[in-house]
């Protein structure tokens, strides 16, 4: 029988070299006789790594079998697991029990593995310490980790987990072509790093994966978290992630309830799961760099929200980085982490569904008494959540500011919120800082319409030969149908080569017949074009 085995397991290993290479010699006759596009070469590279990849696998697996065969007891082979790495038990369509509230499933059929993003930082082996002091089973929650960069002390480390995790390397490492900024270089590897490390994990057929970093710290009920809401997010297609973060998870701008949980239509990341189903969308236009920007794109978002925690789930220890610490000294470091083990199995998860959650949620928001920040500080106000409004981009950073929220907003969304409101506490005490109810919905960054203005003594744009005359009209950028802070460009944040510039509108001027080669200020003078 082992014999019969080995044999069968030599002749697999055989048959995929000689498939590598038949696909190898067929791609080498279909060559085209010109330059072949980059793009094309990107996408050919792309699955000669995957089919590298599965093909060294498949044959360290064979490898494993035959050695079990030699020199142990007869191997056990685990069973096949289902196509959709579930049990029997899939996610049904929920049923009213105990006076008519709905009861999911609950939520142990999934396999939820997790994938770590390392690079160079030896301080991984603190984060993977934590998954592997808290998930409750290895069957059910395998740690991958993918490490990129090919730093030989972090690939030690992994190393020495043995078979607790599986490391994947990445074997890309080439140099990001030069005609891209040296500065965002590292923005450009982490994407295709991404890319990469999912296509692996997702390979193996799981309904859904949970994406972490080396700088993580989790929270004792992390994978508990995650296990229950997945039901959710299957069954409610608004729902684009779940996330273990919070940027406003600060001692004092929590709400301090461990079992609280909001939809959010900012993309948080920083620990977060999404599905195949989604990953399959994303992959097929995975951008080159700067993916999570790109991911908060109204494009990719398509108003679909991400589940995230009052109290975080993780948080961050990885001050220095590509992005050179950006708002840790400010935020980042004071994140509190929840030390509380919720049992997320005994919760009723349902009104998190966008069906139930938006007319409860504004009911809540908006029937709450007004107050002003300085009312709210003082505490003098009845012992229930309070709305605080703002009424443009200057009052709502105003106030955030005073309030120790984070106010910048990405692709016009400020941090957290949901329908435009941001859900906080102030040393416990829930706010709401709300936009008036008349809100209509977010206007992204560089979306606008045209209004006329006059200005007087301005000469731009001049059609070529002719000369404006003295009083021009000037169309300026002046979004509408929303508060003019929701077309701004987020506070803080600095352009980037994948920001699409803003439209230029064309110019109504009234133009002399005067001929001239260039536009003139008021005094004559030349002046280029403003853009």
Request: charged share 25%.
């Amino acid at each position: 029988m082992a014999a019969m085995k080995h044999s069968r397991i030599l002749l697999v290993g055989l048959l995929l070299v000689v498939i590598v290479n038949v696909v190898t010699f067929i791609k080498f006759l279909h060559r085209p006789s010109g330059p072949v596009p980059r793009a094309q070469l990107e996408r050919l590279n792309h699955k000669l790594d995957l089919l590298q990849a599965n093909v060294k696998e498949d044959l360290a697996e064979g490898e494993r079998i035959l050695h079990a065969l030699r020199n142990g007891p007869p191997l056990k082979l685990p069973a096949e697991r289902p196509a959709n790495a579930e049990a029997e038990v899939a996610v049904k369509t929920p049923k009213k029990e105990d006076g008519g509230v709905v009861r999911l499933p609950a939520a142990n059929v999934d396999v939820i593995p997790v994938v770590v993003m390392a690079c160079n930082r030896v301080t991984v082996k603190t984060h993977v310490d934590q998954l592997l002091k808290y998930r409750p089973s290895k069957e059910r929650f395998p740690v991958y980790v993918s490490q990129d960069c090919g730093h030989q002390e972090t690939a030690d480390v992994l190393r020495s987990y043995g078979d607790q995790i599986t490391h994947l390397q990445h074997p890309n490492l080439s140099p990001i072509d030069s005609s891209k900024p040296t500065k965002f270089h590292g923005y450009y590897k982490i994407a295709r790093h991404y890319r990469w490390a999912l296509n692996q994990v997702f390979s193996h057929n799981y309904s859904a994966v949970i994406i972490t970093e080396d700088d993580l710290n989790v929270a004792v009920d992390f994978f508990g978290y995650f296990a229950a809401t997945l039901p959710i997010m299957k069954q409610d297609e608004t729902i684009l992630c779940v996330s273990a973060w919070n940027d406003n998870g600060k001692p004092e701008t929590t709400i301090h309830d461990p079992t609280l949980l909001f939809r959010s239509d900012f993309f948080p990341g920083l620990g977060w799961m999404l599905t195949q189903k989604t990953w399959r969308e994303l992959d097929a236009k995975w951008p080159d760099a700067f993916w999570d920007d790109w991911l908060r794109n109204p494009e990719q978002r398509r108003d679909r929200v991400c589940i995230r925690p009052d109290m975080p789930r993780t948080t961050t220890f990885g001050k220095i980085g590509v992005s050179q610490g950006q708002f840790f000294e400010q935020h980042l470091k004071y994140m509190t982490l929840n030390d509380k083990s919720v049992e997320w199995s005994e919760r009723d998860l349902s009104y998190l569904i966008k069906a139930q959650y938006d007319a409860d949620y504004l009911k809540k928001v908006y029937s709450a008494p007004a107050a002003t920040v300085q009312e709210l500080r003082e505490g003098k106000l009845a012992p229930a959540p309070v709305r605080v409004e703002y009424v443009s981009k200057e009052s709502f950073k105003s106030l955030s500011r005073e309030l120790g929220l984070m106010d910048d907003l990405k692709a016009g969304v400020p941090r957290m919120a949901y329908m435009g409101i941001v859900t906080a506490g102030l040393n416990g005490r829930t706010f709401h800082l709300a936009p008036p109810a008349s809100w209509k919905g977010y206007i992204p960054t560089g979306a606008s319409t045209l209004r006329p203005t006059r200005r007087s003594l301005s000469y731009l744009a001049c059609p070529r030969g002719r000369r404006s005359t003295q009083s021009a009209l000037h169309l300026e950028l002046r979004p509408t149908a929303a508060p003019s802070w929701m077309g701004d460009q987020p506070a803080g944040s600095e352009p980037h080569p994948l920001t699409p510039p803003r439209p230029h509108p064309p110019l109504l001027i009234a133009c002399g017949p005067r001929a001239s080669p260039s536009c003139l200020d008021s005094r004559g003078t030349r002046r280029r074009r403003s853009r």
